[in-house]
Nanobody
Framework: QVHLVESGGGSVQSGGSLRLSCAAS???????MGWFRQTPGKEREGVAS???????HYADSVKGRFTIYQDNAKNTLYLQMNSLKPEDTAMYYC?????????????????WGQGTQVTVSS
């Protein structure tokens, strides 16, 4: 059964930090997972992706500020977000069951969580 639950979103001031978590069922967790974000009226965009060997890939807009990592013992994916900017404000989604390693394109993922809102004020 596909099951992804995000948590950790909230409201912070510019320069602040948040850590997002994505708890996955054992049938969903594993190879090719990622974080995406979306704002109203815009397409969903890839933020970071990770492979089963912990290889990672980031969007240019978050490089050096965000870190994606996973805890296999807990079937949980994380996104540590530092130095947050107002333009990072979005609904953040966890994705799994990717069909292409380290892809930041949403069409390559088959499982999605319900999202968690991140709001960064200036």
């Amino acid at each position: 059964q596909v099951h992804l639950v995000e948590s950790g979103g909230g409201s912070v001031q510019s320069g602040g930090s948040l850590r997002l978590s994505c708890a996955a069922s054992k049938y969903t967790y594993g190879a090719y997972m990622g974080w995406f974000r979306q704002t109203p009226g815009k397409e969903r965009e890839g933020v970071a992706s990770i492979d089963s060997d912990d290889s990672v890939h980031y969007a240019d807009s978050v490089k050096g500020r965000f870190t994606i990592y996973q805890d296999n013992a807990k079937n949980t994916l994380y996104l540590q977000m530092n130095s947050l900017k107002p333009e990072d404000t979005a609904m953040y989604y966890c994705a799994a069951r990717g069909r292409l390693s380290l892809s930041l394109l949403p069409q390559y993922y088959n499982a999605w969580g319900q999202g968690t809102q991140v709001t960064v004020s200036s």
